[in-house]
């Protein structure tokens, strides 16, 4: 019914950048809040950042400062931009989203199938 699909992992270098993108698509009527969660190997799943539908935002401490999380609502598209990037960033990265669907009157979390980003020392 959603499908959310990431893009923009890969491989980076300490200091570096990447930004990654997340388009919602399927029967969507609406969609609250978005989203980044991440997990590194052998840790549990974190908020990295989230968004409502309003612009409202919110980071985890250990990436404030250094990410920024933005959408389009006329895409149903939300992106993480991340610099300054550090080795301890180095996890999979998974998009999320709050949606009502055309067909239901309640909203769902949908997510996606991560991206994985390596940040190199």
């Known amino acids: 019914q959603v499908q959310l699909v990431e893009s923009g992992g890969g491989l980076v270098q300490a200091g570096g950048s990447l930004r990654l993108s997340c388009a919602a698509s399927?029967?969507?009527?609406?969609?609250?809040?978005m989203g980044w969660y991440r997990q590194a190997p052998g840790k549990q799943r974190e908020l990295v950042a989230s968004?409502?539908?309003?612009?409202?935002?919110n980071y985890a401490d250990s990436v404030k400062g250094r990410f920024t999380i933005s959408r389009d609502n006329a895409q149903d598209t939300v992106y993480l931009q991340m610099n300054s990037l550090k080795p301890e960033d180095t996890a999979v990265y998974y998009c999320t989203a709050d949606v009502l669907l055309s067909s239901s009157p309640t909203f769902g979390d949908y997510w996606g199938k991560g991206t994985l980003v390596t940040v190199s020392s």
């Open positions: 968004i409502t539908s309003g612009g409202s935002t």
């Open positions: 399927g029967s969507i009527f609406s969609i609250n809040s």
